[in-house]
């Protein structure tokens, strides 16, 4: 079992190797020796505290249990580290310096063989840029050489598939082999191989089919579901291979934002149970088809009223069966149906109540695990546990300077929107603050489409740190809440959900929370684009606004979709009235802007263009208008590189400094 697949921006904070070593030299310390320390008053932290990187990521026990993988941050490099637990010694197969490769995951093949995934930048011929990803493997516990698993098809005139990574089996019956989907020998149609970890030779397993964009394959590496998509009609199809036939038939459809989505969670052990997500009573939840009867007929597993139940089923190899999933209701939280995984999660509350705790890897036997706690005042920290010896012994922090007696605990606040919607949003406190109106700091997420929550996150903990008041509103068109929450995202840019934004302002004044002189807007992505809006619908409501990778010409960032297979599915988001488009795009809109504007975009960044930021600086120049402009040379939209990260959070804390007087 693993952990759940975090925010693509990674964390920030590094420490030296050998302290990493010192706290995995203790594995003895059992539970009852673990204390928390004792609160004290609000300090500020030095700024590389929050710009640093995780000491330590993703760790996951072997197969065995006897070995450690983990990844290890060094300053402005990453390693993979592999730890034999008996001795603690260390083995550093692979590292990168996070400029032109970047690690997306690490994991076990078997006990001897890793896999990886790396990520890089390139641009095609016409200047547009995007990201590739390639798969490799090498060995775990000595010196060898590192193998591409896929390699170039001498038949496919020259193409190179884009993303190599997507393993769809881990087949932990045959592990000297991944199962792996990819468009190798014909564009945009994936074909299924089996990939020798060892070689790296591919053997095919199934053919491309027109229009597939996924293939899903059970625990025995059987292909036994097809994810079709068509762009122009924004039309996802399920297919599912009856085994007795050989055919293909149609199990489920939807209209991508016309009707609530679809998605394959996985296989059971049982080759026929298949685990989906799909909506219930408006929001959506977890079901079980049975692929063995006409129809299909699904079975509700889990569900939520309040919120969206999403995110990775757990699997146990030793008791062959789906125990549990990962999902978040504001916090994310593991939830366990498999009577013995249950109580053992309930053992583990009960020692440790305050936090959230997941079982995030464990031995093939289930007797050996990886124990992950964190909540919004704890990053992150690990533990090593042994049921047989009935033993949890601390292994590492990842951030271990953000001690619970500086962070904040985050609170879940509703407000109304101005047409009576209700909202919520997730309020940090500063330690210092008075019970009286002070400076305060809006955050939009980005996306649109996605969510904020309880759990502990870099930017508002830097912020709250400094002493401001941080408020992270889920704006409608966030997910979480429902198929038609989140649709309201779609031609909403700059509407009701910048209204909701406002509305949120209004809501921390009233509480007396925000003084209505000190606000300020912030935000990255979508975010960016909301705090350069907010400053351009609203210009008497914030005194100051951040953007970092924001967007600034909704009509210039539609017209670049032409580019992508998802085109017309990206277009409906965006919304296809363009003088709507040109209504809600902040370049057009400067003369409006009071505040002075921090803009800091990525020179590389493939998701949104450095354009958008470089056209809202010269505009904002052309007006006279307060600005700053900060280009990060070879910079990508998600902070990889350490010193793309000092850059930004020192720009940051000094524009706060001068325009958010606490």
Not at 42 to 66: Q, R
Not at 263 to 272: D, K, Q, T
Not at 518 to 538: D, E, F, N, P
Request: hydrophobic share 35%; aromatic share 12%.
């Amino acid at each position: 079992m693993h952990l759940p697949t975090r925010c693509s921006i990674r964390h920030y904070l590094q420490r030296s190797l050998r302290q990493m070593l010192g706290c995995l030299a203790i594995l003895g310390v059992a539970t009852s020796a673990l204390a928390s320390d004792a609160p004290a008053t609000h300090t500020p932290l030095p700024l590389d505290v929050f710009y640093n990187d995780a000491l330590i990521e993703d760790i996951e026990l072997s197969p065995d249990g006897t070995h450690l993988l983990a990844l290890k941050n060094i300053g402005e490099n990453t390693v993979i580290m592999v730890i034999e637990l008996a001795t603690n010694k260390a083995f550093y197969p692979v590292k990168t310096d996070n400029k032109q490769f970047k690690f997306n995951w690490v994991r076990w093949a078997n006990n001897d063989r890793l896999v990886m995934s790396l990520r890089f930048d390139s641009r095609t011929f016409n200047g547009v840029k995007y990201m590739q990803t390639r798969l490799l493997a090498t060995d775990a516990k000595q010196q060898s050489k590192m193998i591409t698993l896929v390699k170039a098809d001498d038949n496919a005139d020259g193409w190179i598939s884009q993303f190599q990574d997507n393993i769809i089996s881990m087949t932990p019956d045959d592990p000297d082999h991944v199962l792996i989907s990819v468009d190798r020998e014909v564009p945009f149609h994936q074909t299924v191989y089996k990939a020798n970890v060892y070689t790296g030779k591919l053997t095919r397993v199934k053919k491309h089919a027109a229009s597939v964009r996924s293939w899903y394959a059970d625990h025995a590496g059987n292909v036994r579901v097809g994810e079709h998509y068509d762009d122009k009609k924004r039309k996802v199809t399920y297919k599912v291979l009856d085994p007795n036939t050989n055919e293909w038939n149609v199990a489920w459809e939807y209209i991508v934002f016309d009707e609530p989505e679809i998605h394959i969670a996985g296989f059971g052990h049982n080759p026929n149970e298949l685990f989906i997500f799909a909506d219930h009573e408006g929001r959506q939840a977890l079901f079980k088809a049975d692929l063995a009867k006409a129809g299909y007929p699904k079975e509700l597993v889990l569900s939520d009223p309040d919120y969206d139940v999403n995110g990775r089923l757990i699997y146990s190899d030793a008791h062959k069966e789906v125990v549990g999933i990962y999902y978040t209701d504001g916090s994310a939280k593991s939830i366990f149906w498999n009577k013995e995984f249950r109580a053992f999660q309930g053992g583990l509350d009960k020692v440790m109540p305050d936090t959230t705790n997941y079982i995030a890897s464990m031995s093939a036997d289930a007797r050996k695990y990886i124990l992950y706690t964190t909540n919004s005042t704890n990053p992150g920290t690990y533990y090593y546990g042994d049921r047989d010896a009935k033993t949890l012994s601390y292994l590492a922090s990842a951030y271990p300077d953000l001690k619970e007696n500086v962070l904040i605990e985050k609170e879940s606040r509703h407000f109304k929107a101005r047409d009576g919607l209700d909202l919520e949003g997730f309020l940090s406190l500063p330690k210092n603050f008075s019970n009286k109106p002070t400076a305060a700091i809006i955050l939009p997420h980005g996306g649109p489409m996605s969510e904020d929550g309880k759990d502990f996150d870099m930017f508002s903990t830097f912020m709250a740190n400094r002493g401001y008041v941080v408020f992270q509103p889920n704006f409608r068109g966030s997910s979480g809440y429902g198929h038609d929450f989140m649709m309201q995202a779609v031609g909403g840019y700059g509407l009701e959900m910048q209204d909701d934004l406002e509305d949120s302002v209004k809501y921390l004044i009233d509480q007396k929370i925000a003084d209505p002189k000190r606000v300020c807007i912030v935000g990255a992505s979508y975010g960016g684009y909301a705090a350069l809006m907010g400053v351009a619908k609203t210009p008497d409501l914030f005194q100051c606004a951040v953007s970092f990778a924001g967007m600034s010409d909704l009509v210039k960032m539609s017209n670049n979709f032409r580019y992508f297979t998802n085109k017309n599915t990206a277009r409906k988001q965006f919304g296809e009235d363009k003088g709507q488009l040109k209504e809600t795009s902040p370049v057009r809109l400067v003369e409006r802007i009071k505040a002075p504007v921090l803009l800091i975009h990525g020179k590389d960044d493939v998701s949104v263009p450095v354009e958008q930021s470089r056209i809202m600086a010269s505009a904002l120049k052309s007006e006279g208008k307060a600005y700053e402009y900060i280009e990060l040379e070879d910079g990508t939209h998600h902070l990889d590189y350490l010193p793309h990260r000092k850059q930004t959070f020192e720009a940051i804390d000094k524009f706060l400094t001068k325009y958010l007087p606490l």
